[in-house]
């Protein structure tokens, strides 16, 4: 297995309030980039909220592929938008993108 640190892009359709985004960014904390070398090394933090309602997901996984890698990221974004009472509708998410691998090989 294979960490990988994948980047998912989304947009606030609406306003939200700063309470359901510490929310989200609570439910990502076990996917936190920080725990790899990568993250660390980059400050990855694993919620970037942009003023124009675009915001960015580091997520850390663990798989033996890479479209394995970007299928996890999206079942944990989308859990995590759920645990802060969002939903895909409102909160519109774009192509998972593999930000970096970190791997001892």
């Known amino acids: ?8 892009p989304g947009t606030f359709t609406g306003a939200v309030p700063d309470v359901t ?8 904390r076990p996917a936190d980039p920080h725990r790899t070398h990568l993250g660390d090394e980059e400050d990855l933090d694993a919620l970037s909220v942009n003023d124009d309602g675009t915001f960015t997901m580091r997520l850390t996984v663990e798989a033996d592929s890479r479209a394995h890698a970007e299928g996890r990221a999206q079942e944990v974004a ?21 930000t970096g691998i970190d791997s001892d090989v």
């Open 21 to 28: 985004k510490d929310r989200l960014a609570r439910a990502l």
């Open 78 to 98: 989308d859990s995590a938008l759920r645990a802060a009472g969002l939903d895909r509708d409102s909160v519109p998410l774009g192509p998972t993108i593999v």
């Open 1 to 8: 297995m294979t960490t990988y640190v994948i980047s998912v």
